[in-house]
């Protein structure tokens, strides 16, 4: 059986949703959301970044650096040699229509049970 949904009962229900989910947000939520973006995603993220680079620069035998913040403004984290590259989640490929446009080479990773995996073509 074949039931055809309006988009108008469609947003309507997600507006409904939407609004359900705001009224549970509380002091608690924020904290910990904020704690596990800042404290756990970003040390973890920057721990991958600095196993990411030495493994490229291994890889290419040469040296990695930091970004400056000049850089950092422009998309660079860093730089293998002197390539500049920006390190990204795998996920960051499925956000094709995301505004930010970035000049450098990519590196993706992937979070796996005992590690990362990553992708350092576009450098090799």
């Known amino acids: 059986m074949k039931v055809k949904i309006s988009i108008k009962e469609i947003r309507k229900y ?8 705001l009224n ?4 608690a939520t924020v904290e910990q ?3 596990d973006l ?16 030495k493994k490229g620069a ?3 035998k ?6 400056e913040p000049d850089e950092e ?16 989640p ?16 990519i590196i993706y990773y992937r979070k796996i049970d005992d590690g990362i995996e990553v992708d350092h073509g576009e450098i090799l």
């Open 90 to 105: 795998h996920t960051y490929e499925l956000k094709a229509a995301l505004p930010e446009h970035i000049e450098t080479k």
């Open 62 to 67: 040469t040296n990695y650096r930091l970004a």
């Open 73 to 88: 403004s422009k998309g660079i984290d860093s730089y293998i040699g002197d390539i500049p590259v920006s390190i990204k």
């Open 14 to 21: 997600l507006l409904k949703e939407f609004k359900n989910s």
């Open 38 to 53: 800042v404290i756990v995603k970003t040390f973890a993220g920057l721990r991958f970044q600095e196993a990411i680079l």
């Open 58 to 60: 291994e890889i290419k």
């Open 24 to 27: 549970k947000i509380d002091q």
């Open 33 to 35: 959301w904020v704690r």
